[in-house]
């Protein structure tokens, strides 16, 4: 499957595309329940997105960052 990817000028996955979502997705099935038992995986509301705040626990979030920046790692590696 190939993805359109639309970047901002950091070069990151910009907030609101497809490509996001389906990346939230694959990382919420995870089955990140079994990883972080005490944490509910569940979404922050969108207008947080842009501060870098995705999920409503901390931890989440970070490993969500780190999920992206291996994507993103893969990504560029693939385009080259």
């Known amino acids: 499957m ?3 990817c639309i970047r901002n000028k950091n ?5 609101g595309t ?3 979502y389906e990346l939230m997705t694959s990382f919420e099935a995870m089955g990140l329940e ?3 038992v005490s944490a509910e995986v569940k979404r922050e509301s ?8 995705y999920y409503t626990n901390g931890e989440v979030n970070n490993f969500f960052k780190v999920f992206m ?8 590696n693939y385009m080259n």
Do not use: C, H, P
């Open 2 to 4: 190939m993805y359109i």
């Open 34 to 36: 079994q990883v972080f």
């Open 18 to 20: 497809k490509e996001f």
């Open 69 to 76: 920046s291996g994507y993103m790692n893969g990504r560029l």
């Open 11 to 15: 070069n990151d996955i910009m907030k």
């Open 46 to 53: 969108r207008e947080m997105f842009d501060k870098g705040i």
